[in-house]
Nanobody, 128 residues
Framework: QVQLVESGGGLVQAGGSLRLSCSAS????????IGWFRQAPGKEREFVAA????????YYADSVKGRFTISRDNAKNTVYLQKNSLKPEDTAVYYC?????????????????????WGQGTQVTVSS
């Protein structure tokens, strides 16, 4: 198994930047695809971005494409989500999730139910 811990959340002004980190325990981090999801108050869980186990493929929701960048450093067992040009609509709890390396990730990356492990989330609040 892998345990995930998100960090880097906080309060930021609109237009600002923030970098979230998803740190994993154990030595099997490279065996997992990693996705970021978010959930705002009163809204359903939403896909944000994902990255394949090798880092060779990335996926983004239309709402964040061009503003957010996902990357990973397997040596540090960490996935990053660089968030630029933040908007109040980005306010949410952000979760990272790990998906066992199997199947066609280009399809399953967007599906929260395909992920096996989840972090506890980190709050991001973007003020106007």
């Amino acid at each position: 198994q892998v345990q995930l811990v998100e960090s880097g959340g906080g309060l930021v002004q609109a237009g600002g930047s923030l970098r979230l980190s998803c740190s994993a325990s154990g030595r099997t981090f490279s065996s997992y695809n990693i996705g970021w999801f978010r959930q705002a108050p009163g809204k359903e869980r939403e896909f944000v971005a994902a990255i394949s186990w090798s880092g060779g493929s990335t996926y983004y929701a239309d709402s964040v494409k061009g503003r957010f960048t996902i990357s990973r450093d397997n040596a540090k067992n960490t996935v990053y989500l660089q968030k630029n040009s933040l908007k109040p609509e980005d306010t949410a709890v952000y979760y990272c999730a790990a998906d066992k390396k199997e199947g066609d990730y280009s399809v399953t990356a967007y599906m929260y139910w395909e992920y096996d492990y989840w972090g506890q989330g980190t709050q991001v609040t973007v003020s106007s």
